[in-house]
């Protein structure tokens, strides 16, 4: 008897807290203005199992279309915006607002110490202070010093695509999984050109010490746990037992070992700091030792790597990939590619400076690949300051909400693009009206982030990227062995396509 009524109170206790809860948000919530799906008012939970279907990003871009809204509520505390005109305000260079708790989930574990980096870090003081030392080596020109390490990299794929899956004209008995060879390249490069050595991905052809297997997991669980991120204290960082699949730990460990043994062959002298006239990004952070001599050390190299390591590969293959797999798609925009870059005989592997704004057909490809497939495509969130965010329309956001942009939304705004938004067009790229085509620039350049917390190695991506493209499409065809093939897409943070099985005729 008394066990019954225990439990009854407690059955009432919890029925009056829901509608306390939900007469709250209807009448009193400061955002209850804000349009969304009717479960994001009330839990988190609800986005991240949407995340973790693996398509927040055409699910934010339909949301906006279906509220019709530039703002949608898709949290309790969360505002998704979608007018290109705030990116300079949300992610601003000075007075920068923080990264939400979203981020923490990122944070690496090791010995029960967390540790966080340039990436994830919500403190903006202690982020420039990082940053500074390194910042500098980011420039395009900077990054050109490792061209020649790209084109070690380049020559290993193509050597290896002439041997196992080159067909001559009128043969395809060849078939060669692009998504596998294209990671296996972005990935590769990242390593020879921070460390000034691959990880043997291309050599081996595998994914060595499950480097790649292990960040995808690690992104398929930041992806929805970063939704809910209070998630995250009762999984990866639970102090009791580990639960899930220790984000970036493969990666970090990775750095931890090949800075140690670089180290041991320099003081052995078994090896020059220098090989090859190339400074890699290890002998440059190196040598950081005798100009910032309280700041540092190899944790600090290590935590400057693993950037490398962490942001370099997946995101720059989710663009390889989408690139070759729309160009597929639209036989128009293939042929003019292929057309000019015929004329345009390059010396392979492309060099920087014979691309570099003389073959502007490919750069419209690759502009118009970032633009319909961002290569991390979830909102990035901040923290409305004091004073709260007064939209355009008039409608004000409380400071302390979490609000931010999906490079996806304000990529497929048809205001700045054009109503073909959902097609892959690079002709929208060749135009002779100047203020649309800043415009677009301005909004599609949002895939690499923006003010303060930009993408440190977005020279480097785009580097990678025309080389790659103007040396491939030079030498082969590359297409779909069935052209109607849908590849697998799934977003978690980066974005990850698969299934794309291609054959390569040679051309040059
Ligand atoms: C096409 C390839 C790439 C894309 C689309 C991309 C995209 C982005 C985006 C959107 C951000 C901002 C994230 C945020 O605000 O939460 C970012 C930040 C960052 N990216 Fe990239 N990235 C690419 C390649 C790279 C490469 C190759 C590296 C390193 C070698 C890199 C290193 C970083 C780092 C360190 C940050 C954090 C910057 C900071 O907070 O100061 N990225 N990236």
Request: hydrophobic share 40%; aromatic share 12%; charged share 25%.
């Amino acid at each position: 008897m008394t066990t019954y009524i225990g439990i009854s109170n407690i059955t009432w206790g919890l029925g009056l807290l829901v509608i306390i809860r939900i007469t709250w948000e209807l009448l009193f919530s400061p955002l209850r203005a804000f349009p969304g799906p009717f479960l994001a008012r009330f839990t988190d939970l609800w986005r991240a199992i949407v995340t973790a279907q693996g398509r927040i990003d055409s699910t934010h871009t339909l949301w906006h279309r279906k509220y019709n809204s530039s703002a949608v509520r898709i949290g309790p505390n969360t505002i998704s915006i979608s007018d290109p005109n705030l990116i300079k305000t949300i992610y601003a260079t000075k007075d920068a607002w923080t990264k939400s708790h979203m981020y923490r989930v990122n944070d690496v574990l090791i010995k029960g110490q967390r540790i966080s980096n340039i990436f994830n870090t919500q403190d903006n003081v202690w982020h420039d202070k990082v940053m500074k030392p390194i910042r500098g080596f980011w420039t395009m020109t900077k990054v050109l010093e490792v061209e020649g390490l790209i084109d070690e990299t380049l020559s290993k794929l193509t050597e290896k695509l002439d041997a196992k899956f080159a067909n001559e004209p009128g043969d395809s008995s060849k078939v060669c999984m692009m998504n596998d060879w294209l990671g296996y390249f972005a990935w590769d490069v990242t390593a020879n050109i921070s460390f000034g050595q691959h990880y043997g991905f291309i050599e081996q052809e595998r994914d060595v010490d499950n480097l790649i297997v292990d960040s995808t997991k690690g992104l398929y669980y930041f992806g929805p746990i970063s939704q809910i991120p209070w998630v995250d204290y009762l999984l990866d960082k639970n102090p009791l037992v580990r639960i899930g699949p220790k984000p970036t730990l493969t990666g970090v460990m990775y750095a931890f070992k090949v800075v140690a043994q670089y180290q041991r062959e320099i003081a052995q002298k078994d090896r020059t700091e220098n090989p090859g006239g190339v400074h890699h990004y290890l002998d440059k952070y190196i040598k950081l030792k005798d100009t910032y001599p309280d700041m540092v050390d190899d944790n600090q190299i290590v935590n400057w790597l693993m950037l490398n390591v962490l942001a370099g590969g997946d995101t720059t293959s989710a663009i390889m990939r989408a690139l070759v797999y729309h160009l597929a798609k639209t036989p128009t925009a293939y042929k003019k590619l292929t057309d000019e870059l015929d004329s345009a005989q390059l010396s392979l592997p492309a060099p920087w400076r014979d691309i570099n704004g003389k073959v502007p057909y490919l750069e419209a490809v690759i502009r118009e690949t970032i633009r319909i497939n961002p290569g991390l495509a979830m909102v990035l969130e901040r923290v409305v300051p004091e004073g709260g965010l007064t939209l355009p329309d008039g409608r004000f956001i409380p400071a302390g909400t979490k609000v931010g942009i999906n490079p996806h939304v304000t990529s497929r705004d048809p205001e700045v693009f054009g109503a073909d938004v959902d097609e892959f067009n690079p002709e929208r790229w060749i135009t002779k009206d100047d203020a649309r085509l800043r415009k677009m620039r301005d909004t599609a350049d949002f895939a690499f982030g923006g003010g303060n917390r930009v993408c440190m190695g977005r020279y480097l991506a785009q580097l990678e990227i025309c080389k790659l493209f103007a040396t491939l499409y030079s030498l082969y065809d590359i297409k779909l062995v069935d052209p109607e093939h849908e590849w697998k897409y799934h977003n978690a943070w980066f974005v990850y396509q698969w299934d794309m099985p291609m054959i390569i005729t040679r051309r040059r």
